[in-house]
């Protein structure tokens, strides 16, 4: 957000003193980002309300996102669900995406997806990014309107040409799988890679599954390596066990068994079961980390009680036990 001058300040002061509902806007927005002034929620919700209750459709909105999120006020659905409608019934593209929001979710409302795709449609029309992307997972779903992947394509794609990451990926998995497209793995690494770029953990995960397998791009094992990491890194737990299968095989980067049981932990200890197994196997072998059968059992329990390591792994520590008391 551009800092605001002291001289802007004073002007946005004077005005909002005399009651100009955008002034008075324009200084809660100061209050709530510390634009200005140091960071004041409370004082902002008092002026986003002085320019609601005079009508102002963008302050009605931010008001109700106090609400919705208890930011300087404290947290009451209803009462945003009452001021998102007043700024939707102006036609603010973004009320009305937080009103589809809260009827999607039943927040402050009767849960309703016919009622929250009527107000997402509304914001799209408009060309709110947000709304045309969950618009696109209620045609995606079947959320309130008849499942239509066509048409969840559709709205994807004004999504993520608007720069939305997670419509741009979805649309990648469309394309990927044929889902209301016709399958094109190139075009889905193209949708993949954009939603990478900005970030999203899902779009690194899935840009590196397409490097590791040679899908839609040239086969490139150190650069999978690459994306996984930077997935891995944000705690994606289907990227960190990804990571760790690089490490303990040696693929696309050098062999490293406690680096695999490094990063099997980590997604390990998110629940991720086929992470939990792979530590379990790599207690059970002591490969990366010092032999426990105890904790190879706890893990590989999680993951496939009937699978043959699982099965191994307790038959040889009952076996010990047994020896044991029979000594």
């Avoid at 002007?11 to 200084?27: F, M």
């Avoid at 409370?42 to 963008?58: D, F, I, L, S, T």
């Avoid at 914001?123 to 990014?129: I, L, M, R």
Wanted: aromatic share 12%; charged share 25%; proline share 1%.
């Amino acid at each position: 957000m551009k800092r605001i001058s002291k001289k802007t300040i004073v002007h946005y002061l004077k005005a909002a003193e005399q009651g100009n509902a955008e002034a008075q806007c324009n200084l809660a927005d100061c209050y709530a980002h510390g634009n200005g002034f140091d960071q004041d929620k409370k004082e902002a919700v008092k002026w986003y309300r002085k320019a609601a209750e005079q009508g102002y459709a963008p302050a009605q909105n931010s008001l109700g996102n106090c609400y919705y999120k208890g930011e300087g006020v404290k947290r009451n659905f209803k009462t945003a669900v009452k001021w998102f409608q007043e700024s939707a019934d102006q036609g603010s593209p973004d009320a009305q995406c937080n009103l589809g929001k809260c009827y999607l979710n039943g927040e402050g409302v009767e849960q309703d997806y016919a009622e929250a795709v009527k107000w997402y449609r509304k914001a799209a029309d408009q060309g709110n990014p947000d709304a045309q992307y969950i618009l696109g997972e209620c045609f995606f779903n079947g959320e309130g309107v008849e499942k239509d992947y066509a048409e969840a394509v559709n709205w994807y794609r004004k999504a993520a040409e608007q720069g939305n990451a997670e419509a741009q990926f979805n649309l990648g998995v469309c394309y990927d799988f044929g889902r209301g497209v016709e399958m094109d793995v190139a075009e889905a690494v193209n949708w993949y890679r954009k939603a990478a770029d900005q970030g999203h953990a899902l779009g690194q995960f899935n840009l590196g599954v397409c490097y590791d397998f040679g899908r839609g791009v040239e086969m490139d094992v150190a650069e999978a390596v690459n994306w996984y990491r930077k997935a891995a890194d944000q705690g994606l737990a289907q990227a960190q066990c990804k990571l760790g299968e690089c490490y303990y095989s040696g693929w696309g980067v050098e062999k490293d068994e406690a680096e695999a049981v490094n990063w099997y932990r980590k997604a390990a200890d998110q629940g991720l079961a086929e992470a939990q197994y792979k530590l379990g196997r790599c207690y059970y072998s002591g490969r990366g980390v010092e032999e426990d059968m105890k904790e190879a059992v706890v893990c590989s329990r999680i993951r496939c009680p009937l699978s043959k390591v699982a099965d191994t792994i307790r038959k040889t520590m009952y076996a010990s036990a047994f020896r044991i008391q029979g000594a």
